[in-house]
């Protein structure tokens, strides 16, 4: 029989990067299945996930509310921030705006940067626009604040910008749990032991990089977007970690809390049936 093909769209970020760069390099036998590899931020993967697009996909917990039908979770690759997380930044002189009056320009309505953010702050105006982005429209005045992700936690003092809160921080203060981010889906159409073989694929190649990191660092920078290895790397220590090779008992009680929180305010439809592969 040929090679099932199998598309895996991730985010152009250094941690994702850094995590499918022994599949990506063919470091990693994949008998059985040919990959091929699509990049593209966050929030377009959370709508292409919608219909299915990609067999296996990085996807936002917050979006995983709507995607569980079409959707399992790999129980690895996920980007948990533990007591740190998205971070709502402004300029000095509109710092102190009560959130609830700040316009804030957010990376999309579907990430959990966004759903966070509602759960502690419910009311706000907010301008969705792509996440590398979001430091120039508030530099420019067309949002007070941002709402960043990626990169952008590291980096947003070199703008002249300044930490509003920290929603990782909160959260964890709050839950004593990680933040849930984001997480890989593999599409249930797939049969199950495909599923699992993709996953178990998705984990060896976090152990590889993990064991190579110098290496997976140098190809992982050039998605950093100017950090410099040494920032690249830091951020990939706070987002590629033992919760990442598996989500654990901790890591599963938070993807938990954190929808059914959100099912309880009524900010998603419900929880989710939510199938770890």
């Not at 792509?130 to 508030?138: A, L, Y």
């Not at 901790?250 to 939510?274: C, F, N, Q, S, W």
Request: hydrophobic share 40%; with cysteine.
């Amino acid at each position: 029989m040929p090679d099932r093909i199998i598309t895996i769209a991730h985010s152009p970020d250094s941690d994702d990067a850094f995590m499918f760069w022994a599949l990506t390099h063919g470091k990693i036998p994949t008998p059985g299945f040919q990959l091929r590899f699509v990049l593209a931020d966050i929030e377009t993967l959370n709508r292409r996930a919608e219909e299915g697009t990609y067999e296996v996909t990085a996807l936002s917990i917050h979006a995983y509310a709507y995607l569980a039908g079409r959707y399992a979770l790999m129980s690895c690759g996920a980007s948990m921030g533990d007591g740190y997380g998205p971070t709502l930044v402004a300029p000095p002189e509109k710092a102190d705006i009560p959130v609830d009056k700040m316009t804030i320009a957010v990376p999309g309505e579907r990430t959990t940067a966004f759903l966070a953010l509602k759960l502690f702050h419910p009311e706000f105006r907010h301008i969705v626009c792509p996440f590398d982005e979001i430091i120039d429209r508030v530099r420019e005045g067309e949002a007070d604040a941002g709402l960043i992700i990626h990169e952008g936690q590291l980096t947003y003092e070199d703008e002249g910008l300044v930490k509003v809160v920290d929603l990782g921080e909160e959260w964890l203060e709050e839950t004593g749990l990680p933040l849930p981010l984001g997480g890989n889906g593999v599409r249930r159409d797939i049969p199950p032991e495909d599923q699992r073989r993709l996953t178990g694929l998705l984990r060896e190649s976090i152990r590889y990089a993990l064991a190579h990191r110098e290496v997976a660092m140098r190809y992982a920078e050039q998605f950093g977007r100017g950090m410099g290895l040494e920032r690249a790397d830091r951020f990939v220590g706070m987002y590629v970690n033992d919760l990442t090779l598996d989500y654990g008992e901790r890591g599963r009680k938070a993807v938990v809390e954190l929808l059914t929180r959100a099912a309880e305010r009524g900010l998603i439809p419900g929880v989710p049936d939510i199938t770890l592969v």
